[in-house]
């Protein structure tokens, strides 16, 4: 048997479990943590403290434990800061204690240890300071490396995590005594229950207490309410579940560990779930947490709290040592000494820091005594008492049993920035006022400090919460609890301590909060960041009120006026991965895929992602060996000849009505009104305040209907535009709006055989000519022998072009079928590269120069805005400060000689000084123009469109780049347009 | 007859089946979809031209109705979803245009969406882990609006089974969510 491991508890004592700490082997048992696990084969020492690498033990035996963080598990599982006391032990379990350099027991950098003089708290803001530069090379990187918790593998987590979504009635935070008669209340009235519980095992406390319930076993009376609750279809039980923070509207955040027991989740099983709980009512039962005693050297390990002593003897049959002295200040503390001494452990005293500390049998109680000083390197060998009549005592013990008082599990009672009010009769802040909406509170959680308190709170919280949502529930029989003696003494820290600690995980003394007075950092929020107590995994659950405790004492002001920091969730370190759910990797979005993708990928397309979109950039051919070449090919061969691309992305809203012409003349800038049926025109759309944010084309197909489209980035803000306009601008117009992008699979077909490749598949009803079926034209027709489709007349690559819809699922077809039919021109398919060559060659606007700061007069469009007409943007684009002479114009940038114009390279003059004062404007697009056979580009000039032929110089600064670029027209090819009308 | 070949949403020539533990899976491509939004002050008028053309009470938020070849779901204020069998009804926004004439704007949504058909017990396990809809709270004949892995779908309830119904172009995404989640189930 491990030497500490004692009888009874809730262990299988016949079910070993093989594990290893720090490559070395060890045996527990099923039901053990690995804390307890540890603790019974005599391991106090479990970790370094983080400033300076003091030898650290487990303080706590829950979520709240500040020191016994360990890296868990290997390779891509290995998970860093990982809290001993809430790891459930499984066979193979590895797991190794971090923030040492050497071994554990030979800590290189516990010479910290020594200097700690000059680690007092704000150390950081003191020293380094010179030589300035060495902060960040040296001085941050040495301090992050010396005082660092845990460390992560780098290597990717194997697993996966979900999300989920519940709701119910009543949310039940914990399943003590007051979580339990809670649920039951609420489930026997048939309310949809939730009660999550962090532990395994539901009981709370009443798993760690040999305290009857009706004459038995607390256990007992847990799995019999247990039972009933499982038989409730109406009741859903989550153990290893942690309400992890409290958000608006009764909404919860819980993580569940589903498979954190096991070595491995089973394949395509979740290891966690994060659920988002939309409670009508919560009940927080989140009990409370005990603080520790300022003393001298209380760090050691073997120096615990004394309800953590007490349920490691009592549920997980063991002991830190087998002699534990007790220290406390309340009744409580006598408790762990009563339970240790039924275990068999010796106790050697009861210390009480009160005058009129109660008797006790089988030890001895030392009335208004402390303890000043613990001995033992690598844990503790003796505590120094200071008795009552001013002696003192050296006592021998392996473990110290600390109390000095519960207090209240706040934290989510406070995530929506509630304060807390002091209770003086346990010495401990409770739930104030301001719970978040639906909240409340019983047992502990709430200062109902005993089981009695607990149980009755809990059935009636319960029944009043149903009451408020209508639902009748009647009292449950509770069971008899013998009564508890729960009195206490405040007492915070044990007076000329050299180093007393308050918070063990931030190394932060009693001196420290004193340093942070003496220096002017009073408040708690400043003591807070100067100490940087309560920070960190634990963020100061057994630490915060003793810190403010201390503070008061020296600002003469009362604790409830020192007041508390701020909760925020979560209540417990989530991690990165239980966030992030299933949007990891490739599926960190939803992909969208157009109607020729997989076309497409069998060509062996470059893609590339414009929003949610995965878009073909450009089909290389094997015999070419740079993309340019690729894109060079594909703009010739369709300015030559007959290219196709896939152009479903762009938005299309599908805008019916009586009103629909006249709410478009209000959408755009220019007149649609009298836009006749059959044609397609350009539209400009402003934003309220002038400045251009979308440009695209509508097609009228009737009287009260149209398709407008859009860019594809801006598809859905243009509808969502388009629903406010209607809703709430022009809610009197007849006008009915729906998207309709995925529902057609549309193509381009550019170039100067554009129209002989149609022909071969449009029906032979439908005259495509010139004059039949001219530039900005648009009609239903079919193809293929009666597939119904839809074909524009428009062109973004300045050719003969068309855009051809047909239903989505035919998309695939279509473009096989181009693909065959054009073969005879050499068709050839282009992806965006040579979609943005071919309109920078043109001159059309895209997103870079539609970039948020142009208005329609920079784009020279000005003329564009409609001053017949009132449309959204037009007032405002009448700013004189829009309006300015030598304001920006779009104009075309062609590189001087081998030059290369570059996007976001700024414009200056031939001669002059290069600084933003002297900025003649900016380069939004660059491309090569295999039609010119040079670099050009696009860019905004001051006064451009009086500057055509001018020289100036392209700066890029950033980069150490300079060109000299002529300026033109923005229009390199057949500015008048000849091309697409033919 | 035309001789182009249609695909399903994913992109393959038949729809995809999956059994994933305990649930069946199945794309549905064999879907027709329109949309119909009642005209200013015209949805008493679309209300009846379906009553008496199909015999169908046009549901309120939240609601499905099927008879016959037809289903309607509300989609917002005076506006429905209408499905048929694509087989049947491969020109049903036509159709009902035809129905309500002037009354109502009728878009053609067939190929706008993928279906995915979910059957097999506990239904409610898998959507609680999908989407934030209260499932077990959502009866028979019931639709709604929601978020599926970032993707806004409709969740539609019947007598054994439910629909998602979802865009199109991301039902390689939608429908990776709905048979990974289905198989991390206990």
Known sequence: MSVNRLQGGLIDHNAPINFTFNGQNYEGRQGDTLASALLANGVRLMGRSFKYHRPRGVVTAGSEEPNALVMLREGGRQEPNTRATTIELFDGLSAKSQNHMGSLKYDFLGINDRFAPFFAAGFYYKTFMWPKAFWEKLYEPLIRRAAGLGSISFEDDPDVYDKGFLHCDLLVIGAGPAGLAAALTAGRAGARVIIAEEDFLLGGRLLAETQELDGAAGIDWVAKIQAELASLDNVRIMPRTTVVGAYDHGIYGAVERVSDHLAAPQPGKPRQIFWRIYSKRALVCAGAIERPIAFENNDRPGVMLAGAVRAYANRWATTPDQSVVVFTNNDDGHRTAADLLAKGVSVPAVIDTRLNAPFATGTEVLAGAQIIDTKGKLGVKSVTVKLANGKTRVIPCGAVAVSGGWNPNLGLTCHQRGRPVWDNPIHAFVPGGALPVGQSVAGAACGDMTTSQALMGGGQRAMDALAALGITAKEIELPQVAEESRNITAFWHVQGAKRAWIDFQNDVTVKDVKLAHQEGFRSVEHLKRYTTLGMATDQGKTANVTGLAVMAEITGKSIPETGTTIFRPPYVPVSMGTLAGRSVGAEFHPVRKTPSHKWAEEQGAVFVETGNWLRAQYFPRKCESHWRETVDREVLTTRGSVGVCDVTTLGKIDVQGADAAAFLNKIYANGFAKLAIGKVRYGLMLREDGIAYDDGTAARFAEDHFVVTTTTANAVLVYRNLEFARQCLFPEMDVQLISTTEAWAQYAIAGPNARKLLQKIVDPDHDLSNEAFPFMSCGEITICSGLRARLFRISFSGELAYELAVPTRYGDALMRRLMTEGEEFGVTPYGTEALGVMRIEKGHAVAAEINGTTTAANLGMGRMVSKKKDSIGSTLSERSGLNGDDDLRLVGLKAVGDGVVTAGAHLMNANGPVDAKHDQGYVTSAAYSPVLERSIGLGFLKDGANRMGETLRMVNPLEGKEATVEVVSAHFIDPEGGRLRV | ?186
């Open chain 2, 1 to 186: 007859m035309f001789d182009l070949k249609p695909t399903t949403a994913l992109g393959e020539e038949n729809a995809r089946i999956d059994v994933v533990g305990a649930f069946t899976i199945s794309e549905n491509p064999n879907c027709s979809l329109a949309s119909l939004a009642a005209r200013k002050g015209q949805e008493a008028v679309v209300a009846g031209a379906i009553e008496v053309a199909l015999g169908i009470d046009l549901p309120g938020p939240g609601g499905c109705v099927t008879k016959d070849d037809h289903r309607f779901w509300w989609s917002g204020p005076g506006q429905w979803m209408i499905e048929a069998d694509h087989d049947t009804h491969p020109l049903l926004a036509q159709e009902i245009k035809e129905i309500v004439r002037d009354a109502g704007a009728v878009t053609e949504q067939t190929d706008g969406w993928c279906l995915f058909d979910i059957e097999g017990a506990n239904p409610e396990a898998l959507f609680e882990r999908l989407c934030a809809v209260d499932v077990p709270d959502m009866s028979i004949g019931t639709a709604t609006r929601t978020n599926i892995h970032h993707i806004g779908c409709f969740l539609i309830r019947e007598e054994a089974r439910f629909n998602v119904v979802g865009p199109r172009s991301s039902a390689g995404s939608l429908h990776s969510a709905l048979v990974e989640v289905a198989a991390g189930l206990p």
